[in-house]
Protein backbone atom coordinates (compact mmCIF):
# COMPACT_ATOMS: atom_id res chain seq x y z
CA UNK A 1 0.00 0.00 0.00
CA UNK A 2 1.68 3.61 -0.55
CA UNK A 3 2.08 5.33 2.60
CA UNK A 4 0.82 8.27 2.65
CA UNK A 5 -1.31 8.71 5.41
CA UNK A 6 -0.36 11.99 7.95
CA UNK A 7 -0.42 11.39 11.01
CA UNK A 8 -1.89 14.11 12.63
CA UNK A 9 -5.73 13.78 13.31
CA UNK A 10 -8.11 16.01 12.89
CA UNK A 11 -11.27 17.14 15.03
CA UNK A 12 -13.83 16.58 12.53
CA UNK A 13 -13.88 13.62 10.31
CA UNK A 14 -17.11 14.74 8.77
CA UNK A 15 -15.28 16.94 5.77
CA UNK A 16 -16.11 17.05 2.00
CA UNK A 17 -13.35 18.38 -0.17
CA UNK A 18 -14.42 19.95 -3.49
CA UNK A 19 -11.53 19.76 -6.17
CA UNK A 20 -11.43 21.23 -9.37
CA UNK A 21 -9.91 19.14 -12.63
CA UNK A 22 -9.25 19.59 -15.90
CA UNK A 23 -10.41 16.18 -17.48
CA UNK A 24 -13.24 13.66 -16.81
CA UNK A 25 -12.33 11.13 -14.76
CA UNK A 26 -13.92 8.44 -16.72
CA UNK A 27 -14.42 6.03 -13.87
CA UNK A 28 -17.34 4.68 -16.54
CA UNK A 29 -15.65 3.54 -19.58
CA UNK A 30 -15.09 1.04 -22.44
CA UNK A 31 -11.19 0.70 -21.81
CA UNK A 32 -9.36 2.63 -19.13
CA UNK A 33 -9.89 5.44 -16.19
CA UNK A 34 -8.04 8.52 -15.85
CA UNK A 35 -5.12 8.55 -13.68
CA UNK A 36 -6.83 10.18 -10.35
CA UNK A 37 -9.15 7.09 -9.70
CA UNK A 38 -6.52 4.68 -10.80
CA UNK A 39 -4.67 5.96 -7.70
CA UNK A 40 -7.16 6.80 -5.50
CA UNK A 41 -9.90 3.50 -5.61
CA UNK A 42 -7.22 1.29 -7.44
CA UNK A 43 -3.60 -0.35 -6.26
CA UNK A 44 -1.23 -2.17 -7.76
CA UNK A 45 1.31 -5.34 -7.03
CA UNK A 46 4.10 -3.03 -6.89
CA UNK A 47 5.19 0.93 -6.68
CA UNK A 48 7.95 2.26 -8.62
CA UNK A 49 9.43 4.94 -6.25
CA UNK A 50 12.22 6.45 -5.67
CA UNK A 51 14.17 4.53 -8.26
CA UNK A 52 13.20 0.84 -6.34
CA UNK A 53 10.42 -1.27 -6.94
CA UNK A 54 8.64 -1.57 -3.89
CA UNK A 55 5.79 -4.19 -2.43
CA UNK A 56 2.34 -2.90 -2.34
CA UNK A 57 -0.68 -5.74 -3.46
CA UNK A 58 2.40 -8.14 -3.90
CA UNK A 59 4.73 -8.95 -0.63
CA UNK A 60 7.56 -10.29 -2.87
CA UNK A 61 8.39 -11.22 -6.49
CA UNK A 62 10.94 -14.25 -7.57
CA UNK A 63 12.65 -13.44 -11.39
CA UNK A 64 13.08 -17.32 -13.19
CA UNK A 65 14.61 -17.90 -16.08
CA UNK A 66 16.71 -14.42 -16.39
CA UNK A 67 13.11 -12.90 -16.71
CA UNK A 68 11.25 -15.15 -18.79
CA UNK A 69 9.16 -16.00 -15.45
CA UNK A 70 8.05 -13.27 -12.77
CA UNK A 71 6.32 -14.97 -10.03
CA UNK A 72 4.36 -12.54 -7.84
CA UNK A 73 3.28 -13.50 -3.74
CA UNK A 74 0.40 -11.38 -3.12
CA UNK A 75 -0.72 -10.10 0.58
CA UNK A 76 -3.58 -12.26 1.93
CA UNK A 77 -6.76 -10.89 3.71
CA UNK A 78 -7.21 -8.25 1.58
CA UNK A 79 -10.75 -7.07 0.74
CA UNK A 80 -12.40 -5.00 -2.33
CA UNK A 81 -14.39 -2.20 -1.33
CA UNK A 82 -17.64 -4.32 -1.66
CA UNK A 83 -15.54 -6.55 0.89
CA UNK A 84 -15.17 -9.42 -1.74
CA UNK A 85 -11.65 -11.15 -0.99
CA UNK A 86 -8.58 -10.14 -3.31
CA UNK A 87 -6.78 -12.83 -4.88
CA UNK A 88 -4.34 -14.13 -7.65
CA UNK A 89 -7.89 -14.47 -9.92
CA UNK A 90 -8.59 -10.83 -9.90
CA UNK A 91 -5.01 -10.10 -11.12
CA UNK A 92 -5.23 -11.99 -13.87
CA UNK A 93 -8.56 -10.67 -14.71
CA UNK A 94 -6.96 -7.60 -15.33
CA UNK A 95 -3.76 -8.21 -17.06
CA UNK A 96 -6.24 -10.48 -18.93
CA UNK A 97 -8.53 -7.56 -19.87
CA UNK A 98 -5.81 -5.06 -21.35
CA UNK A 99 -4.33 -8.29 -23.60
CA UNK A 100 -7.92 -8.83 -24.83
CA UNK A 101 -8.23 -4.67 -25.19
CA UNK A 102 -5.05 -4.81 -26.59
CA UNK A 103 -4.23 -2.03 -24.04
CA UNK A 104 -0.45 -1.48 -24.60
CA UNK A 105 -0.39 2.00 -23.36
CA UNK A 106 2.89 2.36 -21.10
CA UNK A 107 1.33 -0.91 -19.80
CA UNK A 108 4.33 -2.88 -21.64
CA UNK A 109 1.57 -6.17 -21.80
CA UNK A 110 2.74 -7.15 -25.26
CA UNK A 111 5.06 -8.90 -23.79
CA UNK A 112 3.09 -11.05 -21.90
CA UNK A 113 2.82 -14.56 -23.17
CA UNK A 114 0.49 -15.96 -20.93
CA UNK A 115 -0.72 -15.47 -16.77
CA UNK A 116 -0.73 -18.61 -14.51
CA UNK A 117 -2.61 -18.50 -11.01
CA UNK A 118 -0.50 -20.69 -9.18
CA UNK A 119 -2.94 -20.80 -6.12
CA UNK A 120 -5.06 -18.50 -4.32
CA UNK A 121 -2.02 -16.11 -3.72
CA UNK A 122 0.66 -16.72 -5.74
CA UNK A 123 0.62 -15.93 -9.82
CA UNK A 124 2.79 -16.25 -12.70
CA UNK A 125 3.55 -13.63 -15.89
CA UNK A 126 5.61 -15.89 -18.30
CA UNK A 127 6.95 -13.80 -21.13
CA UNK A 128 7.32 -13.97 -24.88
CA UNK A 129 11.10 -15.02 -26.19
CA UNK A 130 13.18 -11.44 -25.98
CA UNK A 131 10.44 -9.63 -24.54
CA UNK A 132 11.50 -10.26 -20.60
CA UNK A 133 13.83 -7.39 -19.03
CA UNK A 134 13.39 -4.87 -16.11
CA UNK A 135 11.78 -2.66 -18.05
CA UNK A 136 8.13 -5.48 -17.82
CA UNK A 137 8.85 -5.00 -13.84
CA UNK A 138 8.69 -1.52 -13.22
CA UNK A 139 5.48 -1.65 -15.60
CA UNK A 140 3.62 -3.19 -12.64
CA UNK A 141 3.41 -0.42 -11.00
CA UNK A 142 1.93 1.88 -13.87
CA UNK A 143 -1.39 3.31 -13.60
CA UNK A 144 -3.59 1.64 -16.22
CA UNK A 145 -2.05 -2.13 -14.46
CA UNK A 146 -3.96 -1.03 -10.99
CA UNK A 147 -5.96 -4.33 -10.10
CA UNK A 148 -9.42 -4.13 -10.51
CA UNK A 149 -12.34 -6.65 -9.47
CA UNK A 150 -14.24 -8.65 -12.38
CA UNK A 151 -17.14 -6.96 -10.99
CA UNK A 152 -15.87 -3.53 -12.13
CA UNK A 153 -16.80 -4.64 -15.68
CA UNK A 154 -19.93 -5.01 -17.29
CA UNK A 155 -20.74 -8.28 -18.46
CA UNK A 156 -19.31 -9.17 -14.96
CA UNK A 157 -16.02 -11.03 -15.47
CA UNK A 158 -15.92 -10.08 -18.91
CA UNK A 159 -12.30 -9.23 -20.02
CA UNK A 160 -13.76 -7.09 -23.36
CA UNK A 161 -16.21 -5.91 -20.71
CA UNK A 162 -16.83 -1.76 -20.10
CA UNK A 163 -15.75 -0.51 -16.26
CA UNK A 164 -19.02 0.70 -15.16
CA UNK A 165 -17.72 1.26 -11.78
CA UNK A 166 -14.40 0.64 -10.40
CA UNK A 167 -14.07 -1.67 -7.45
CA UNK A 168 -10.81 -1.77 -5.61
CA UNK A 169 -8.45 -2.04 -2.74
CA UNK A 170 -7.40 1.49 -2.27
CA UNK A 171 -8.84 3.66 0.27
CA UNK A 172 -11.19 5.64 -1.78
CA UNK A 173 -14.41 4.27 -4.22
CA UNK A 174 -16.52 6.09 -5.94
CA UNK A 175 -20.27 6.71 -4.54
CA UNK A 176 -21.08 8.72 -7.62
CA UNK A 177 -20.22 9.71 -10.98
CA UNK A 178 -21.80 11.90 -13.59
CA UNK A 179 -20.11 12.43 -17.08
CA UNK A 180 -17.84 15.58 -18.08
CA UNK A 181 -19.53 17.16 -14.86
CA UNK A 182 -17.91 15.54 -11.34
CA UNK A 183 -17.03 12.58 -9.58
CA UNK A 184 -17.60 11.47 -5.53
CA UNK A 185 -15.23 9.53 -3.60
CA UNK A 186 -16.25 8.24 -0.26
CA UNK A 187 -13.65 6.42 1.97
CA UNK A 188 -13.55 2.36 1.67
CA UNK A 189 -14.48 0.94 5.15
CA UNK A 190 -12.56 -2.12 3.95
CA UNK A 191 -8.92 -0.52 2.96
CA UNK A 192 -5.96 -1.93 5.40
CA UNK A 193 -3.98 1.18 5.54
CA UNK A 194 -5.18 4.33 7.80
CA UNK A 195 -8.22 5.79 7.13
CA UNK A 196 -8.73 8.74 5.35
CA UNK A 197 -9.55 11.96 7.30
CA UNK A 198 -11.93 13.65 4.47
CA UNK A 199 -15.23 11.89 4.51
CA UNK A 200 -16.01 12.64 0.89
CA UNK A 201 -14.04 14.45 -2.13
CA UNK A 202 -15.80 15.84 -4.93
CA UNK A 203 -13.75 16.36 -8.58
CA UNK A 204 -15.57 18.74 -10.35
CA UNK A 205 -14.56 18.16 -14.20
CA UNK A 206 -13.43 22.36 -15.58
CA UNK A 207 -11.93 21.79 -18.75
CA UNK A 208 -10.58 25.54 -19.11
CA UNK A 209 -7.70 26.53 -16.94
CA UNK A 210 -8.51 29.78 -15.90
CA UNK A 211 -12.08 28.97 -15.15
CA UNK A 212 -10.54 26.38 -12.81
CA UNK A 213 -8.61 29.05 -11.29
CA UNK A 214 -11.70 31.67 -11.19
CA UNK A 215 -13.38 28.71 -9.57
CA UNK A 216 -10.66 28.48 -6.73
CA UNK A 217 -10.90 32.22 -5.89
CA UNK A 218 -14.69 32.30 -5.67
CA UNK A 219 -15.12 29.48 -3.49
CA UNK A 220 -16.57 26.87 -5.25
CA UNK A 221 -13.26 24.66 -5.09
CA UNK A 222 -11.27 24.63 -2.23
CA UNK A 223 -8.32 22.90 -4.75
CA UNK A 224 -6.78 22.88 -8.47
CA UNK A 225 -4.80 19.82 -9.21
CA UNK A 226 -3.12 19.23 -12.18
CA UNK A 227 -3.86 16.23 -14.69
CA UNK A 228 -1.27 13.77 -13.08
CA UNK A 229 0.70 12.92 -15.95
CA UNK A 230 1.17 16.57 -16.89
CA UNK A 231 1.83 17.99 -20.13
CA UNK A 232 -1.55 19.51 -20.35
CA UNK A 233 -5.06 20.41 -18.30
CA UNK A 234 -2.71 22.08 -15.61
CA UNK A 235 -3.06 25.48 -13.96
CA UNK A 236 -0.53 28.09 -16.35
CA UNK A 237 2.60 29.02 -15.03
CA UNK A 238 1.91 32.60 -15.07
CA UNK A 239 -1.05 32.29 -13.09
CA UNK A 240 0.98 30.64 -9.72
CA UNK A 241 2.39 33.73 -8.60
CA UNK A 242 -0.27 35.79 -8.24
CA UNK A 243 -2.38 32.89 -6.74
CA UNK A 244 0.57 32.17 -4.35
CA UNK A 245 0.46 36.28 -3.25
CA UNK A 246 -3.95 36.45 -2.99
CA UNK A 247 -2.76 34.03 -0.46
CA UNK A 248 -3.30 30.76 -1.71
CA UNK A 249 -1.02 27.50 -0.90
CA UNK A 250 1.20 26.85 -4.14
CA UNK A 251 2.54 23.63 -3.67
CA UNK A 252 5.45 21.80 -7.09
CA UNK A 253 5.65 17.98 -7.18
CA UNK A 254 8.49 18.50 -10.26
CA UNK A 255 8.85 14.95 -12.08
CA UNK A 256 10.89 13.34 -14.71
CA UNK A 257 8.76 14.86 -17.12
CA UNK A 258 10.97 17.09 -19.48
CA UNK A 259 9.83 19.94 -22.24
CA UNK A 260 11.98 19.97 -25.54
CA UNK A 261 12.33 20.95 -29.10
CA UNK A 262 11.78 18.03 -31.15
CA UNK A 263 13.45 17.79 -34.76
CA UNK A 264 12.10 15.89 -37.75
CA UNK A 265 15.46 14.71 -37.41
CA UNK A 266 14.98 12.87 -40.60
CA UNK A 267 14.78 15.60 -43.29
CA UNK A 268 17.25 18.02 -44.11
CA UNK A 269 18.60 19.60 -42.28
CA UNK A 270 18.04 18.65 -39.35
CA UNK A 271 19.44 15.05 -39.96
CA UNK A 272 22.76 16.75 -39.39
CA UNK A 273 23.89 16.81 -36.30
CA UNK A 274 25.87 19.87 -36.33
CA UNK A 275 22.13 21.86 -37.09
CA UNK A 276 20.55 20.06 -34.12
CA UNK A 277 23.98 21.37 -31.98
CA UNK A 278 23.47 25.05 -33.17
CA UNK A 279 20.31 24.89 -32.16
CA UNK A 280 21.03 23.37 -28.72
CA UNK A 281 23.56 26.04 -28.30
CA UNK A 282 20.98 28.63 -29.30
CA UNK A 283 18.43 28.07 -26.71
CA UNK A 284 18.86 30.02 -23.54
CA UNK A 285 17.30 27.50 -20.53
CA UNK A 286 16.89 30.28 -18.26
CA UNK A 287 14.93 32.80 -20.14
CA UNK A 288 12.84 29.69 -20.87
CA UNK A 289 12.48 28.96 -17.28
CA UNK A 290 11.75 32.83 -16.78
CA UNK A 291 9.30 32.42 -18.77
CA UNK A 292 7.27 31.15 -16.35
CA UNK A 293 8.08 33.03 -13.92
CA UNK A 294 10.86 30.26 -12.27
CA UNK A 295 7.95 28.04 -11.25
CA UNK A 296 10.26 25.75 -13.62
CA UNK A 297 14.01 24.10 -13.77
CA UNK A 298 15.96 24.76 -16.80
CA UNK A 299 17.17 21.64 -18.28
CA UNK A 300 20.61 21.99 -17.73
CA UNK A 301 21.51 18.42 -16.37
CA UNK A 302 20.37 16.19 -19.94
CA UNK A 303 17.51 14.54 -20.75
CA UNK A 304 15.95 14.56 -17.37
CA UNK A 305 15.73 16.39 -13.95
CA UNK A 306 17.30 14.17 -11.22
CA UNK A 307 14.45 11.84 -10.73
CA UNK A 308 15.06 10.24 -14.49
CA UNK A 309 16.67 6.72 -13.88
CA UNK A 310 20.22 7.05 -12.84
CA UNK A 311 20.43 10.50 -13.69
CA UNK A 312 22.43 11.62 -11.39
CA UNK A 313 25.23 9.31 -11.98
CA UNK A 314 25.32 10.07 -15.19
CA UNK A 315 26.46 14.00 -14.90
CA UNK A 316 25.55 14.97 -18.57
CA UNK A 317 25.67 18.95 -18.66
CA UNK A 318 22.99 20.16 -21.00
CA UNK A 319 24.55 22.59 -24.20
CA UNK A 320 25.20 26.28 -22.91
CA UNK A 321 23.75 28.96 -24.63
CA UNK A 322 26.22 30.37 -26.93
CA UNK A 323 25.22 32.06 -29.88
CA UNK A 324 28.67 32.04 -31.87
CA UNK A 325 29.09 28.62 -31.10
CA UNK A 326 25.78 27.72 -33.11
CA UNK A 327 26.87 30.52 -36.27
CA UNK A 328 30.21 28.83 -36.41
CA UNK A 329 28.10 25.55 -36.45
CA UNK A 330 25.31 26.35 -38.88
CA UNK A 331 28.15 27.76 -41.36
CA UNK A 332 29.94 24.89 -40.95
CA UNK A 333 27.33 22.79 -41.92
CA UNK A 334 26.55 24.85 -45.11
CA UNK A 335 24.11 27.24 -43.83
CA UNK A 336 23.97 30.89 -43.26
CA UNK A 337 19.98 31.10 -42.95
CA UNK A 338 17.30 28.73 -42.15
CA UNK A 339 13.15 29.32 -42.37
CA UNK A 340 11.82 26.37 -39.95
CA UNK A 341 8.40 25.38 -39.46
CA UNK A 342 7.45 24.96 -35.82
CA UNK A 343 4.10 23.56 -35.05
CA UNK A 344 2.47 24.34 -31.65
CA UNK A 345 -0.98 22.68 -30.28
CA UNK A 346 -3.14 26.01 -29.58
CA UNK A 347 -4.94 24.93 -26.83
CA UNK A 348 -1.45 24.97 -24.41
CA UNK A 349 -1.04 28.67 -24.17
CA UNK A 350 2.07 28.32 -22.53
CA UNK A 351 3.35 25.87 -25.34
CA UNK A 352 2.34 29.16 -27.59
CA UNK A 353 4.25 31.08 -25.23
CA UNK A 354 7.27 29.32 -25.60
CA UNK A 355 7.21 28.95 -29.22
CA UNK A 356 7.68 32.62 -29.62
CA UNK A 357 10.90 32.85 -27.24
CA UNK A 358 11.93 29.65 -29.59
CA UNK A 359 11.90 31.95 -32.15
CA UNK A 360 13.16 35.25 -31.16
CA UNK A 361 15.89 32.78 -29.66
CA UNK A 362 16.84 30.78 -33.01
CA UNK A 363 16.47 34.68 -34.85
CA UNK A 364 19.88 35.41 -33.56
CA UNK A 365 21.73 32.70 -35.44
CA UNK A 366 19.78 33.27 -38.62
CA UNK A 367 16.97 30.55 -38.53
CA UNK A 368 13.63 32.00 -39.21
CA UNK A 369 11.03 30.63 -37.15
CA UNK A 370 7.84 30.12 -38.60
CA UNK A 371 4.95 29.25 -36.22
CA UNK A 372 1.78 27.12 -36.92
CA UNK A 373 -0.62 27.05 -34.20
CA UNK A 374 -2.93 24.34 -34.50
CA UNK A 375 -5.86 22.76 -33.13
CA UNK A 376 -6.10 18.89 -31.96
CA UNK A 377 -6.65 17.25 -34.88
CA UNK A 378 -4.72 19.64 -36.87
CA UNK A 379 -1.65 19.21 -35.08
CA UNK A 380 -1.98 15.79 -34.70
CA UNK A 381 -2.31 14.86 -38.34
CA UNK A 382 0.80 17.22 -39.50
CA UNK A 383 2.91 15.55 -36.64
CA UNK A 384 1.79 11.97 -37.76
CA UNK A 385 2.43 12.91 -41.31
CA UNK A 386 6.08 14.99 -40.60
CA UNK A 387 4.62 17.21 -41.99
CA UNK A 388 6.70 19.96 -39.63
CA UNK A 389 11.13 21.06 -39.04
CA UNK A 390 10.33 21.60 -35.09
CA UNK A 391 7.93 20.97 -32.75
CA UNK A 392 7.46 21.12 -28.94
CA UNK A 393 6.91 18.10 -26.83
CA UNK A 394 7.56 16.73 -23.49
CA UNK A 395 9.16 13.61 -22.82
CA UNK A 396 9.17 11.46 -19.63
CA UNK A 397 6.35 11.79 -17.07
CA UNK A 398 5.46 10.33 -13.53
CA UNK A 399 8.68 8.27 -11.70
CA UNK A 400 6.54 4.77 -12.28
CA UNK A 401 6.77 5.41 -16.15
CA UNK A 402 10.62 6.20 -15.86
CA UNK A 403 11.48 3.21 -17.97
CA UNK A 404 8.60 2.72 -20.35
CA UNK A 405 8.59 6.26 -21.46
CA UNK A 406 12.39 6.86 -22.46
CA UNK A 407 12.34 3.63 -24.07
CA UNK A 408 8.92 4.47 -25.83
CA UNK A 409 10.01 7.79 -27.09
CA UNK A 410 13.92 6.53 -27.80
CA UNK A 411 13.12 2.86 -29.11
CA UNK A 412 12.21 2.49 -32.15
CA UNK A 413 11.44 -0.92 -31.63
CA UNK A 414 9.34 -0.40 -28.78
CA UNK A 415 5.07 -0.78 -29.69
CA UNK A 416 4.84 3.20 -28.04
CA UNK A 417 7.43 4.69 -30.31
CA UNK A 418 5.27 5.93 -32.83
CA UNK A 419 6.17 9.75 -33.24
CA UNK A 420 9.41 8.85 -31.25
CA UNK A 421 11.53 12.02 -30.00
CA UNK A 422 15.11 10.50 -31.77
CA UNK A 423 16.52 7.12 -32.85
CA UNK A 424 19.57 6.18 -33.88
CA UNK A 425 21.28 2.46 -34.15
CA UNK A 426 23.43 3.02 -31.31
CA UNK A 427 21.06 4.86 -29.27
CA UNK A 428 18.32 1.72 -29.88
CA UNK A 429 20.67 -0.79 -28.32
CA UNK A 430 22.19 0.86 -25.50
CA UNK A 431 18.56 1.85 -24.50
CA UNK A 432 17.57 -2.14 -25.10
CA UNK A 433 20.12 -3.06 -23.15
CA UNK A 434 19.38 -0.63 -20.07
CA UNK A 435 16.07 -1.24 -19.72
CA UNK A 436 16.36 -4.97 -19.08
CA UNK A 437 18.73 -5.57 -17.32
CA UNK A 438 17.86 -6.95 -13.50
CA UNK A 439 21.45 -6.13 -12.54
CA UNK A 440 21.54 -2.54 -10.84
CA UNK A 441 25.15 -1.84 -11.86
CA UNK A 442 24.78 -3.16 -15.30
CA UNK A 443 21.80 -0.68 -15.80
CA UNK A 444 23.07 2.18 -14.68
CA UNK A 445 26.39 1.81 -17.02
CA UNK A 446 23.96 1.64 -20.01
CA UNK A 447 21.98 4.60 -18.91
CA UNK A 448 24.99 6.53 -18.52
CA UNK A 449 26.05 5.58 -21.75
CA UNK A 450 22.84 6.44 -23.38
CA UNK A 451 22.64 9.62 -21.85
CA UNK A 452 26.05 10.71 -23.14
CA UNK A 453 25.62 9.00 -27.06
CA UNK A 454 22.41 11.37 -26.77
CA UNK A 455 24.04 14.69 -25.83
CA UNK A 456 26.56 13.61 -29.09
CA UNK A 457 24.19 13.43 -31.18
CA UNK A 458 21.93 16.45 -30.00
CA UNK A 459 19.21 14.01 -30.72
CA UNK A 460 16.54 16.54 -28.85
CA UNK A 461 16.73 20.27 -27.13
CA UNK A 462 16.19 19.55 -23.81
CA UNK A 463 14.20 23.32 -22.72
CA UNK A 464 13.36 23.09 -19.14
CA UNK A 465 11.97 20.13 -16.63
CA UNK A 466 8.50 20.38 -15.66
CA UNK A 467 6.70 19.70 -12.76
CA UNK A 468 2.46 19.48 -11.75
CA UNK A 469 1.00 21.51 -9.67
CA UNK A 470 -1.65 21.75 -6.85
CA UNK A 471 -3.37 25.06 -5.58
CA UNK A 472 -5.61 25.22 -2.40
CA UNK A 473 -7.43 27.25 -0.02
CA UNK A 474 -5.18 27.41 3.11
CA UNK A 475 -7.30 25.83 5.38
CA UNK A 476 -6.99 22.55 3.34
CA UNK A 477 -4.30 20.76 5.26
CA UNK A 478 -1.87 17.76 4.80
CA UNK A 479 -1.11 18.33 1.41
CA UNK A 480 1.85 16.16 0.27
CA UNK A 481 2.61 14.54 -3.03
CA UNK A 482 3.83 10.98 -2.87
CA UNK A 483 6.63 10.16 -6.20
CA UNK A 484 4.76 11.97 -8.98
CA UNK A 485 1.00 12.04 -7.17
CA UNK A 486 -0.98 14.01 -4.44
CA UNK A 487 -2.17 11.76 -1.91
CA UNK A 488 -5.27 12.83 -0.85
CA UNK A 489 -5.87 10.34 2.32
CA UNK A 490 -4.16 12.46 4.67
CA UNK A 491 -6.20 15.76 4.04
CA UNK A 492 -8.46 17.46 6.24
CA UNK A 493 -9.52 21.23 6.49
CA UNK A 494 -9.04 23.49 8.78
Not at 123 to 143: M, R, S
Request: aromatic residues 12%; charged residues 25%; proline residues 5%.
Amino acid sequence: MMGCIDQQSTQNSKQTLTIGYGKDTSVASPQMMDFMPEMMVLERLIEYRDGEVLPSLATSWDIQDNGKTIVFHLKKDIKFSDGSPFTAEDVKFTFDRLKALKYYHWTEVDRIKSVEVIDLHTIAFHYEDGKEGYIALTAFGEYHCSIMSPVSVEPKGNISGKIVNPIGTGPWKVDNYAKDQQTIFISNEYFQGETPKLDKIVVKVIPDAETRVLALRSGDVAMIVDYYHGGSSYTPRNLLEPLKSEGFNVIKNEMPMTTIINFNYKKEPWNDVRVRKAVNYATDKDEVSALFDNWVNPAKHGLYSEQGPYIKEAKVEAYPNDINKAKTLLKDAGYGELKADLILQGENPDEVKLGELIQAQLKKIGIQVKLSVLEGGAYSERRNKGDYDLRVNYIGGPERRGYTRTDGRFNPNASEFGYGAYDDPELTDLLEKAVSSFDGNERQEEFKQFYQLLYEKAGIVPLYYDAVFIVADKKVKGIKYISSEPCFSGLWIE
